[in-house]
């Protein structure tokens, strides 16, 4: 009987975690359906969206941006473009795709147009993936992640990832 009822409560957490999970996707105006359906294990899903701020790919393609290394920039942005896509975040997919195409064509004014976009939906993504983790008593916004990195105290990536 009692195992019963672990089972049972077991299977009402996980289904408020997926719920949680569409949520979240929902705020970041991706369908956690169809990720669901291609990678067919929430855990696993959560596991990498709750990693994804700690990812160095934006800081790398910020960085070479800023410092003129194309190639560099190219490459980042490029990883950037896979990770979304498999995570199926579609707005910042589709953004760092034009952006990965612009440096790959060597059209440095567009990629600089291009990277403000990559920005405002890579800071909409991660703002609802630490809200999400707000509802564990962990929370913050991008910007708090970015001034961590930038003093030298980032600690974003302890004690937050199951």
């Not at 959560?46 to 490459?75: I, T």
């Not at 952006?99 to 440095?108: C, D, I």
């Amino acid at each position: 009987m009692r195992q019963r009822q672990r089972g049972a409560a077991r299977r009402r957490v996980a289904g408020e975690r997926a719920e949680r999970s569409g949520i979240c996707y929902a705020e970041m105006g991706a369908d956690y359906a169809e990720v669901l359906e291609r990678l067919r294990d929430e855990r696993l899903i959560r596991r990498y969206v709750l990693r994804f701020p700690d990812d160095p790919s934006y800081d790398a393609l910020c960085r070479a941006m800023s410092g003129g290394r194309v190639e560099e920039a190219f490459l980042a942005a490029h990883t950037l473009k896979g990770i979304t896509q498999s995570l199926g975040f579609g707005g910042l997919c589709t953004s760092a795709s034009a952006l990965t195409e612009a440096l790959r064509n060597g059209v440095r004014a567009e990629a600089d147009r291009l990277l403000q976009s990559v920005t405002a939906d890579y800071r909409r993504i991660v703002d609802s993936i630490l809200r999400f983790q707000g509802e564990d008593g962990v929370g913050g916004t991008a910007e708090d992640i970015q001034a961590a990195r930038n003093s030298g105290m980032d600690n974003t990536s302890q004690s937050r990832w199951t």
